[in-house]
């Protein structure tokens, strides 16, 4: 069994405060209060991984941001190396009417992804424990990519020891990716946050950049 070692949020009230009576408190519905800033969300995760939030998951404001460009109604959004699910769990929420996928290697991830998913009761976003090089990209319509493979060649801000550093694991990734986001069809939305100018080596129009050019969002040719 897993256990949080936080507390509950505390009630919020609503009703100004009367000297001599007692005032209901009327409780936030609790997805709401996740979903609000980065530190509320943090909440749902082990305190190790509350302290790289920061550098490791993606910020709220550009999760909801990339969301809004890919939810298409109906359409099926893979996040590629989801980490924590904080991505398809924030558009979840945001964009029902799209269901979002994470793939993530790494088990400790993926199983406290999940059970935030379980928590939160989002039942449009879920999470495949595997590797990149066992998806069929052609089973989703759009894609998030935040620099997953950074982190093989990055042994200062490294999440844990379980991946190994290597340059050469890092260009063989990322020519997968490019390769498997080439093939995709016409129409296909790609958003990047921090990485991967290569898009418009394999037909991906940029079609809009944040001012300080880390959020990008493409659309294939």
Known sequence: MDAYPFSHFPPVCNAPAKTGLIIPLQTEPLNVALFRTDADFDWLYPEHFQLISAKQWTPLAIARKAAEFLAESGAKVLDIGSGIGKFCLTGAFFYPEATFYGVEQRHELHHYAKIAKNYTQLENAYFIHSNITQIN????????????????IDREN???????TSYSLYVYYTEYLLAALKEVK????LVTYQCLDEALQINFKLVWTSEDSLLRMWIKE
């Open 137 to 152: 990209f052609k089973e989703f319509d759009h894609f998030y990519f935040f620099n997953a493979f950074y982190e093989n």
């Open 158 to 164: 490294a999440i844990d020891d379980t991946i190994e």
């Open 186 to 189: 016409p129409g296909t939305r």
